[in-house]
């Protein structure tokens, strides 16, 4: 039962930190402590090959899917992230929308 919830707080504190990332780099920052080389998630599936054979096959599929969910999670916030770039982006422009002078004598 505590194995179960420490997974549980584990992806809720990685759904808040996803959520409350603001930028890309921020977001990466999140992705590398998370599921990077020395990450929370890594670490926890290294650790599986220190548990007995019944521990693993129990464990091991839970932190499967929460890597999963958190992937998930990352790419979609990631997206969300990039499309408000090119929004903030695409507002700066501003497009001249103005006809030319017209010349005298047409009038």
Known sequence: MEWEQQ???LSDSAAASILGSDSLDALEAVRVELLGRKGTITALLKGLKDLPIEDRKERGPQ???LKE???GKIESRKASLERAAM???LAQTTIDRS???RPSGLG
């Open 7 to 9: 997974l549980q707080g």
């Open 69 to 71: 969910s958190i992937s």
């Open 63 to 65: 932190v499967n899917s």
């Open 99 to 101: 006809l030319p002078p």
């Open 87 to 89: 929004d903030a982006k």
